[in-house]
């Protein structure tokens, strides 16, 4: 039997050749905040291994755990947990500080609940046409502005920074990949936001590339013969690409 350590380990969503960063937000979510604890110096010590459910490795087998990830194991006298809003809940409880706290409810939360659930049944072919994604954005855009935060809640990444950026990140690369839909320049407050995580190690480290998220939504919206899965499995041996460039914005100076 493969021996237990007494340590932080994540299990995550493994990519296609099972051993990259696969394309599972949530498993990104919690991957991005158990960095920022490390980095923080709350967090001793950090293991995160891809996983393939479909093979998954001796050790997560031997853990007991349902074949689903993302998976946190804690050490040996605590029960692994696979459900990512316990991840969330038991890295906070033995593992505080390291990220900013927000009240339950604020108006970036309101501002960030629907986005994703219009990108989806805008990838889906719910909806036929980006028109209820784009409101959403907008809307984002427009709180966003109203802050002078380089995040959601303050100037350091937050609990929902680690729920929000994944999101929103794949929503970027796939709407533009699969639909051919490219989130608005005019929002400048988004692309800052995006900017900001594109900057931040614990989200680049955390992030699958464009590839895997491309694959992934593909076969999520059952189009596993089109012709951009094939080419992208052709390629699929190649440096993987990520998409952290932003719109270029000039702002007016004044010589005085």
Known sequence: MTERKSGVTLFVKAGWDGKALGACHQSQRVLMLAKLKFAAGVLPS??????NVSRPP????????????????LGIDIEP?????????????Y???????????????????DFFSRFCFFIRDVSKNSSHLESELHHLDDFLKSTDYKFLCGNSPSLLDCEVLP????????????????????????WRYLHTAYSEPAFVES?????????????????????LQKQLLTSYKKPPKYSFSVPVFARCAVVE
């Not at 001796?58 to 194991?73: H, I, K, N, T, Y």
């Not at 999520?220 to 013969?225: A, I, K, L, R, T």
């Open 46 to 51: 950090l293991e995160s291994i891809p996983v």
């Open 58 to 73: 001796q050790v997560f087998c031997e853990l007991g755990l349902r074949l689903r990830v993302p998976a946190l194991c």
């Open 81 to 93: 947990i696979d459900v990512a809003d316990d991840i969330v809940s038991s890295l906070e409880e």
């Open 95 to 113: 593992y505080p500080g390291g990220v900013l706290i927000q009240n339950e409810v604020t108006e970036a939360t309101v501002a960030t609940r």
């Open 167 to 190: 999101k929103l990140h794949q929503v970027r690369v796939a709407s533009s990949g699969i639909k051919g839909y490219e989130i608005p320049s005019s929002f400048s407050s988004l």
């Open 207 to 227: 992030c699958p590339s464009d590839t895997e998220i491309l694959l992934h939504w593909l076969e999520h919206v059952g189009e596993s013969s089109s012709k």
